[in-house]
């Protein structure tokens, strides 16, 4: 059971949107719509933005948005703040019923 | 409010046993699954494994499988992480989560050191 694969940096100034990619297999990410996100701070728990591709709970921002094609998902925060440097985490239901988590993303903004 | 609360930071030595604890309220406990999450210093999470409290069915990672035991004791919702035989490559944060197809409220975190 392999890790999800992510970038493992991505960066952006202020206002600007960026995209986080997760790649799979047709064994997870493709093969259900059960992906989640995870923004984790330094020396914090990890938060959940997105779950099921594309679904906010409540009190996650309207700037975090998620969606999914084929084998791949993608979270994208538009608007980018200080305060998205973060960790991100992608997440997902595999075939044997067990989760897997992506390899992480550091989101920098300049 | 739903709250997962974990025991405290554990310092052991190789070959000790360990158990940890995640304590839900706030929630029926026996309704919702909650699995562990390891964090390993300076890396990423990795999914560990899960119960459903209500019936103590068990899943686990095939890299953690036979490594670790989980449990849970449905009459004080507290679920349990545990180690028969530590190693020094166990060092981590360990997290507990209340879990469907996603991990919506997570504890916060215990950190165990392994070190002779």
């Known amino acids: 059971q392999s890790a999800l694969t992510q970038p493992a940096s991505v960066s952006g100034s202020p206002g600007q949107s960026i995209t986080i990619s997760c790649t799979g297999t047709?064994?997870?990410?493709?093969?259900?719509?059960?992906v989640s996100w995870y923004q984790q701070h330094p020396g914090k728990a990890p938060k959940l933005m997105i779950y099921?591709?594309?679904n906010r709970p409540s009190g996650v921002s309207n700037r975090f948005s998620g969606s999914k094609s084929g084998n791949t998902a993608s979270l994208t925060i538009s608007g980018l703040q200080a305060e998205d440097e973060a960790d991100y985490y992608c997440?997902?239901?595999?075939?044997?019923?067990?989760?897997?988590f992506g390899t992480g993303t550091k989101v920098t903004v300049l | 409010e739903v709250q997962l609360v974990q025991s405290g930071a554990e310092v052991k030595k190789p070959g000790e046993s360990l158990k940890i604890s995640c304590k839900g309220s706030g929630y029926s406990f026996t309704s919702y699954w909650i699995g562990w999450v390891r964090q390993m210093p300076g890396k990423g999470l990795e999914w560990m494994g899960i119960?459903?409290?209500?019936?103590?069915?068990?899943r686990y990672s095939p890299s953690f499988q036979g490594q670790v035991t989980i449990s849970a004791d449905k009459s004080i919702s507290t679920a349990y992480l545990q180690w028969s035989s530590l190693k020094a490559s166990d060092t981590a944060m360990y997290y507990c989560v209340r879990s469907f197809n996603y991990f919506d409220y997570w504890g916060q975190g215990t950190l165990v050191t392994v070190s002779s």
């Open positions: 047709s064994n997870d990410v493709g093969g259900y719509n059960f």
């Open positions: 119960i459903y409290p209500g019936d103590s069915d068990t």
């Open positions: 099921d591709v594309s």
């Open positions: 997440s997902s239901y595999t075939t044997s019923t067990t989760r897997v």
